[in-house]
Nanobody, 120 residues
Framework: VQLQASGGGLVQAGGSLRLSCAAS????????MGWYRQAPGKRRELVAT???????NYADSVEGRFTCSRDSTKNTVYLQMNNLKPEDTAVYYC???????????????WGQGTQVTVSS
C-alpha cells in the first residue's frame, strides 16, 4: 500500500493548512488512517487518527484546532489544521493500517512526509 501526502507549506501563526493523503495499491482494506509528526530533535508523535467507522482520536495539543476526516471512496485522509502555532512546525507523516485481501496479512504503511512550517 503506497501513501502519497500533499498540502504542507509555510504559514503564519493563526493560519490554516489542509493536508491530504491518498492510499493506492490493490487488494487491501484500510482499518485506520492517521497523521503523525516529527519536529527536529524530537520523536515522532501521533497527531490524529480516524477509523473505518469514522471514530477520531487527537493529541491533546491539537484538540479543537485540527480535524481529521476521511473519504473511504477515495482511500484518502485529510487533516484540516486551523489556528496553527509555531510549535506545530514539523514533518507530517500519514499512516495507514489494515489487512491485505486474500492473504489476510496486515500492513502498516507510511507516506513520505510533508513539511509544515508555522512562523511567529
Amino acid at each position: 500500500v503506497q501513501l502519497q501526502a500533499s498540502g504542507g507549506g509555510l504559514v503564519q501563526a493563526g493560519g490554516s493548512l489542509r493536508l491530504s493523503c491518498a492510499a493506492s495499491g490493490s487488494g487491501f482494506s484500510i482499518n485506520i488512517m492517521g497523521w503523525y509528526r516529527q519536529a527536529p530533535g524530537k520523536r515522532r508523535e501521533l497527531v490524529a487518527t480516524i477509523t473505518r467507522g469514522g471514530f477520531t482520536n487527537y493529541a491533546d495539543s491539537v484538540e479543537g484546532r485540527f480535524t481529521c476526516s476521511r473519504d473511504s471512496t477515495k482511500n484518502t485522509v485529510y487533516l484540516q489544521m486551523n489556528n496553527l502555532k509555531p510549535e506545530d512546525t514539523a514533518v507530517y507523516y500519514c499512516n495507514a493500517k489494515g489487512y491485505r485481501l486474500g492473504s489476510g496479512g496486515t500492513y502498516d504503511s507510511w507516506g513520505q512526509g510533508t513539511q509544515v512550517t508555522v512562523s511567529s
